[in-house]
């Protein structure tokens, strides 16, 4: 139990708070059985309760033994993080132009830019992975299993 | 009106005799003679299923796509592609983005009428051109065969002492079960107890065990189990008898006005020149001719109904109206 | 069952064509099985036009190949990868993802084989001897006794919650709340679906759990490496061991047992067979807190309960013509298709059809054993390219993988948010497994309860009036009570020590 668990815990109760709001707009019960709302309602409760608990559980820990503050492990890397959120947004964009260049173009794109700019890998291994991958991909899902996958003005 | 069980059955026996002949003249379809359409395909064709794979939409879809190229219907290849979800909203709503493009054809079911009337769909029939209709499913009326129920009579009987006390198992809110169910509690004036469960399997398994009292699948879905005497036929729910099965009354004959058709047929984007449409219509009419289109109706125990152009419009539009009147007394369309 | 039939069923077996369908049939299971995404009722669809033109009999051997191919195929993944290949192999990840870190994952992927062989085996013998007993007593399982089922399935969450129990049933909750999502189905009210008609139908399960295990994975990786560089351990050395199969044979029995028997269930399936025998494992070993880092009883269990299911769901679909799962419903559809009408009468009218099939299964699973032992060790040797290597890779497939599901990118888009939280999950310490299968038990447990209370006309007692309901009700509450019990036992105990 850290200080993350706090605001973890804090943060998942405002969610559960958010969810039980929508859900008691829904039917609670019907004539005999419970209704759409039935489920959603006790689940939010439960899950404040339960997270509610997390946060309280990890404010003891820490105020009992704040030196662990200090503990490496608690501590984020930032240039992880960034690798992270890059890796993230690579494959939102990859979504997002896949209906103008096809799915197999913007994987491969995708993937170009994970090895080389993400993960910085060597150019020879970085681009011998990725069109292997697709390759593989366009034989085993597209030929062979004929998935349709959305494709691009060159036709693939 | 209330029959015994005894003069039930013989009126059953006379009727199943007679209706036989009618019966064949319901399934005479005429087939319209169209001019030959100067477009043609000139690129893969995709054929839009709003079902997953293997179920019964997608099974009709693959076997129209193999007539299509086995008889050189149409000469550029025929894929089929499943956008299940949403009880075909997803499907449509993809439909909905290719206006305009000829290549594109898709599947249609009552779940194409019913789920935008819910307000599930973002488009309704009036987005598509509605090309054509192929043919029709019938519902037959199930019991466990140790069920004491003979005949729909005895069972309406028994839901008027127990209101709620006879359980009807079927797919969702605002399937074909619930329709039935909603047009024989009105018909005959009592209250059953629906009991969705998953799918149309999952109702019959129900039924087998002894969980529900009354279903109401598919004549081919049922003809097995009631064939090797474990669920015993009790009503049709055509407007008359079927071919294949003289011996089962219609809901009609028993004094219950309650019938229910589900058609299947093909849609198109809209925004296609009248070629475009031409073409796939002459399509149409020629897959519902050969032996193999005829071979799977018989197989899969549809009734054949042709219906394009201006006719398969006017039906979809009737169909329409039907189901959003039913589904605005379940409470389940979306007010306007 | 008279000796003449599996005779006959032999006969028809072992002919040059259908040993070679299949053969053609469990390879191409073991590939669908292994590529994340195509399961196995999407293969069987996709393949049956393959299937036009065959004697019933051959394609009916080659689609049953295809589907227990797949229960093998999926392991592969899961275990080398972290990626479950169908939604069968979930479990099979937790402990056989571990062994691989450790450079045991031919001994994984052989014990996996095995059991998968043994269960596969004894569950074709069952089907052989008593489907239509079995099916009667399957389709008494009502609502009820479902509802039953899935609260027994939720007591035995507690056992995958890893190091912070409040933590794992929080993640339970979460995946219980997002199992709501979508069109309720008794009384068609959208829930959470923001009017987006993706969501009206609810989160699938597989781009959930690709995305939280094999993304998150990788993302964790990218954010810190963990994996130990090229594994060199000598290929001989990666099958399982003496040792190996004197722990994990409980798991393989208990497994088969679980597996069948949840797998005939028209509403159960493969998935909560291998969740639960994964559970049940654990409550009955000697070292439970070992589960999860990486032991084999915890890799054979789940597998050979997912491949007893998909032989068991066999049983209502060839006794009654009423498909347990996804799969069969395929496999239904085809009957049909060959001008069969699946049902009760089938094993008299199509005697060949059924008896064929019973034989090949037990030459399949054969075939299978024999594929998989001796690849074990190559598909081991991948975790030699180095990691780096194998993350574009990985990514690459996983994406295509849950794209093909559904020919959704959607489902592609679900993958990746599924990775980002799953990534924030790993670093906080929340563990995926209790979300994942939450969200598979949610919807059914809703379902079982509200068809179980609208049956009864809202009288609970419908719970434990009926007695297998009842019966199964007892044993969820002795797996939760026990355990206290023994726990409050030992705290006295120790405070009785210590004063």
Redesign the interface.
């Known amino acids: 139990m850290t200080r993350a668990d706090i605001f973890g815990g804090v943060l998942l109760a405002a969610g559960f708070g958010a969810v039980l709001w929508e859900a008691s707009s829904f039917q609670y019960g019907t004539e005999f059985a419970p209704g759409p709302g039935f489920t959603p309602v006790w689940y939010s409760v439960i899950g404040i309760v339960l997270s509610l608990s997390i946060a309280g559980l990890a404010w003891r820990a820490v105020r009992q033994s704040p030196q662990r503050e200090s503990d490496s492990d608690d501590r984020l890397d930032a240039a992880g993080l960034l690798r992270v959120g890059a890796a993230l947004a690579g494959m939102a964009a990859m979504l997002l132009v896949t209906s103008l260049v096809g799915l197999l173009p913007a994987l491969l794109a995708f993937l170009l830019y994970l090895t080389l700019v993400v993960q910085r890998l060597p150019i020879l291994p970085a681009t011998g992975a990725s069109l292997a991958t697709v390759v593989f991909i366009y034989f085993v899902f597209v030929h062979f299993l004929g998935v349709p996958v959305p494709t691009g003005p060159l036709g693939f | 009106m209330s029959f015994s069980p005894a003069r039930a059955a013989c009126v059953a026996g006379a009727l199943a005799f007679l209706s036989a002949v009618p019966a064949l003249a319901q399934s005479g379809t005429q087939i319209p003679d169209l001019p030959e359409s100067s477009w043609k395909p000139d690129k893969p064709v995709?054929f839009v299923v709003q079902a997953?794979?293997?179920?019964?939409s997608?099974?009709f879809a693959?076997?129209m796509a193999?007539i299509m190229g086995k008889h050189g219907l149409v000469d550029v290849p025929v894929?089929v592609?499943?956008?299940?979800?949403?009880?075909g909203?997803?499907a449509y709503?993809y439909m909905s983005t290719k206006k305009g493009d000829p290549h594109v054809i898709a599947t249609a079911t009552s779940s194409y009428l019913t789920t935008p009337i819910?307000g599930?769909?973002?488009v309704s029939y009036k987005d598509f051109i509605n090309l054509a209709v192929l043919c029709v499913e019938d519902y037959v009326g199930v019991v466990n065969a140790e069920s004491p129920y003979q005949t729909l009579t005895d069972l309406v009987e028994a839901a008027r002492e127990n209101p709620?006390g006879i359980?009807i198992g079927g797919s969702?809110?605002?399937s074909s079960d619930n329709i039935i169910e909603n047009r024989l509690e009105k018909a005959a004036g009592i209250q059953l107890?629906?009991?969705?469960?998953?799918?149309g399997?999952?109702a019959?398994?129900?039924l087998?065990?002894?969980?529900?009292d009354l279903a109401g699948p598919n004549p081919?879905e049922a003809?097995?189990?009631v064939?090797?005497g474990?669920l015993r036929a009790i009503a049709m729910f055509s407007a008359e008898r079927l071919e294949n099965w003289p011996d089962v009354p219609t809901a009609r004959e028993q004094g219950f006005d309650v019938t229910l058709e589900q058609h299947r047929g093909v849609i198109l984007p809209a925004d296609l020149t009248d070629d475009q449409v031409l073409f796939w219509q002459n399509v149409m009419v020629k897959l519902f001719q050969t032996d193999e289109f005829k071979k799977y109706l018989e197989?899969?125990g549809l009734r054949p109904l042709l219906k394009v152009g201006e006719e398969s419009e006017q039906y979809i539009a009737e169909q329409h109206e039907y189901y959003k009147e039913i589904l605005t007394e379940l409470g389940?369309a979306k007010k306007e | 069952m008279e000796f003449g039939d599996l005779l006959l069923g032999f006969s028809i077996a072992f002919t040059p064509t259908n040993l070679l369908f299949a053969f053609v049939g469990v390879l191409l299971g073991t590939i669908i099985g292994a590529l994340p995404g195509i399961g196995p009722s999407a293969g069987v669809a996709v393949l049956l036009p393959v299937t036009f033109g065959m004697p019933p009999v051959t394609a009916m051997i080659m689609l049953a190949g295809i589907y227990y191919g797949a229960m093998y195929g999926g392991t592969i993944t899961s275990v080398l990868i972290n990626t479950p290949g169908e939604s069968a192999s979930v479990m099979t990840t937790l402990d056989g993802y571990q062994m691989a870190l450790r450079g045991r994952a031919g001994a994984a992927l052989g014990m996996a084989a095995i059991g998968s062989f043994i269960a596969g085996t004894i569950s074709v013998v069952l089907l052989m001897i008593a489907a239509p007993p079995l099916a009667d007593f399957a389709v008494t399982f009502g609502p009820p006794e479902y509802f039953a089922l899935m609260v027994l399935g939720l007591t035995t969450l507690a056992s995958l919650t890893g190091d912070s129990m409040l933590k794992g049933l929080l993640m339970a909750v979460v995946g219980l709340i997002l199992g709501t999502i979508g069109i309720d189905l008794m009384l068609g009210a959208p829930r959470f679906t923001f009017d987006n008609v993706h969501l009206l139908d609810g989160l699938d399960f597989l781009p959930v759990a690709v995305g939280l295990f094999a993304i998150g994975e990788l993302l964790y990786n990218l954010y810190r490496p963990v994996r130990a560089e090229p594994i060199k351990a000598k290929l001989s050395g990666l099958l399982p061991t003496r040792q190996d199969w004197r722990d994990a044979r409980g798991g393989v029995a208990r497994g088969t047992a679980i597996g069948f028997f949840v797998g005939m269930l028209p509403g159960a399936g493969a998935t909560i067979a291998s969740f639960l025998a994964y559970a049940t494992e654990k409550r009955v070993s000697k070292r439970p807190e070992k589960f999860g880092t990486g032991t084999i009883e915890g890799v054979a269990a789940p597998e050979s309960a997912n491949n007893a299911a998909s032989t068991g769901a066999l049983i209502p679909l060839m006794a009654l013509g009423i498909p347990g799962s996804g799969t069969t419903a395929v496999m239904l559809g085809a009957l049909t298709l060959y001008g069969m009408q699946p049902g009760p009468l089938l094993m008299s009218t199509h005697p060949d059809v059924f008896w064929g099939l019973v034989a090949s299964m037990y030459i399949g699973n054969v075939m299978l054993l024999i594929l998989n032992l001796p690849l074990a060790p190559v598909f081991a040797s991948i975790l030699r390219v180095p990691y780096s290597i194998l993350i574009p890779i990985i990514i690459g497939v996983a994406l295509i993988g849950v794209y093909s599901f559904e020919n959704s990118l959607f489902n592609v888009g679900v993958a990746v948010v599924f990775g980002g939280i799953g990534f924030v999950m790993r670093l906080y310490g929340y563990p995926p497994a209790p979300l994942v299968l939450a969200l598979v038990l949610g919807p059914m447990l809703e379902r079982a309860l509200r068809q179980s209370l609208q049956m009864s006309l809202g009288s609970p007692e419908i719970f434990v009036t009926r007695p297998v309901s009842a019966v199964i009700l007892a044993i969820a509450a002795a797996a939760v009570i026990l355990p206290l019990v023994a726990w409050t036992r030992t705290r006295l105990a120790a405070r009785a020590l210590a004063s």
């Open positions: 995709e997953s794979a293997g179920g019964g997608d099974i693959r076997t193999e894929n592609v499943n956008k299940s979800g949403g009880s909203a997803v709503a819910q599930h769909s973002p709620n359980r969702s809110v605002g107890n629906y009991i969705v469960f998953q799918g399997g999952d019959n398994a129900a087998l065990g002894g969980n529900v081919s003809a097995q189990l064939e090797a474990r197989d899969n389940i």
